[in-house]
């Protein structure tokens, strides 16, 4: 399984970014897709993630801001992040619980990070 991120880059505060992360390979279930970020000298923590079904939950400072969406058919999960402030600054990561053919597992993987810098 790969989980190919991309969208982040450098905005100024009050811009906007979309992030995408696409999941590949043998999967044969998502449970959940989700974005954590850690910012230097900091733990990861989550941004946001949806639920099969589409339940939603966000980190109390991303609420209002950011919007999670994924696609069922591209297995595609997006993060429209507005209004972004100096401390969005993080290495953003997609996260996926999935199950893959051949186990009845349900297993955790993560993307490789893309870089999100909000400054003037």
């Known amino acids: 399984v790969q989980l190919q991120a991309s969208g982040g880059g450098l905005v100024q505060p009050g811009g906007s970014l979309r992030l995408s992360c696409a999941a590949s390979g043998s999967i044969i279930s998502i449970n959940s897709l989700g974005w954590y970020r850690q910012a230097p000298g900091k733990q990861r923590e989550l941004v946001a993630r949806?639920?099969?079904?589409?339940?939603?939950n966000y980190a109390d400072s991303v609420k209002g801001r950011f919007t999670i969406s994924r696609d069922n058919v591209k297995n595609t999960v997006y993060l429209q992040m507005n209004s972004l402030k100096s401390e969005d600054t993080a290495v953003y990561y997609c996260?996926?619980?999935?199950?893959?053919?051949?186990?009845?597992?349900?297993?955790?993987?993560w993307g490789q990070g893309t870089q999100v810098t909000v400054s003037s």
């Open positions: 996260n996926a619980n999935l199950q893959t053919s051949g186990t009845t597992r349900y297993t955790e993987y």
């Open positions: 949806i639920i099969s079904g589409g339940r939603t």
